[in-house]
């Protein structure tokens, strides 16, 4: 057992890719091990307010500015990632037309219920987008809405037909099948970076656990995770 060890906090996007690949691959590479703390963004951020410790912040870019202020986490937090959002059916089931807007439309306003997370990035902009589409009376009355998780689950469990998230998060539900991302003109690219905590910055561990996970070993991990690096340079 490794002797040194790390905490990260991180919302669900990244979760699969952390879980799956590069927790093992560093701590051979570098003897640390890392101890995850995962929730949606909105609840790390209460997790913060409740005096909880971290080391490492992986969370939507935007996230940082009031934490940066307040002294939490250091300047210059290192972009890692974006995720973009789709929808997935329970496995097996016929995957509804998503191509064009009109398709969604259809798709979602035909729905048993669809499945979405409250305080997730992805059921906040959904919540939002079914609005702006002048579906939301159709569509959310006979939703499911999940506080935080995986949607898929309430596939799984037959809660919804239809489950709405980062397509990184679709993933790791095996009983989800993923049916596509939305339509480009109605996608929301959700970006993701990490945050090194202000008592946390003299840590070498630290430094050297944000440089792999924003190397190209992290990268290829992140593509078999239906996540983009970011920047491109990551591959080069």
Partial sequence: MPDRSIVMMSGLATRKAFDDH???AFTERTGVEVTPIYDPTVQL?????A???????IAATPSFDALIANGVVAQGPQPIVRSGIGLAVPRGAAHPAIATAGELIATLTAARSVAYSRTGQSGIYFVDLVKRLGIEDVVLPKATVLE???????????AADLAV???????FVSGAEIVG????????????????ATVSTRN??????VEFISGPEAARAYHLTALEPVPSGLLS
Avoid: I, N
């Fill in 22 to 24: 590069l927790f093992a």
């Fill in 45 to 49: 951020l209460r997790r913060l307010d």
């Fill in 51 to 57: 005096g909880e410790h971290f080391d490492v912040m």
């Fill in 148 to 158: 935080k998780g995986f949607t898929g689950t309430a596939l799984e469990s037959g």
């Fill in 165 to 171: 998230q980062q397509l990184s998060e679709l993933l």
């Fill in 181 to 196: 991302p939305l339509p480009e003109e109605l996608q929301k690219w959700t970006e993701f970076s990490a945050g090194t």
């Fill in 204 to 209: 070498p561990d630290v430094a050297a656990f």
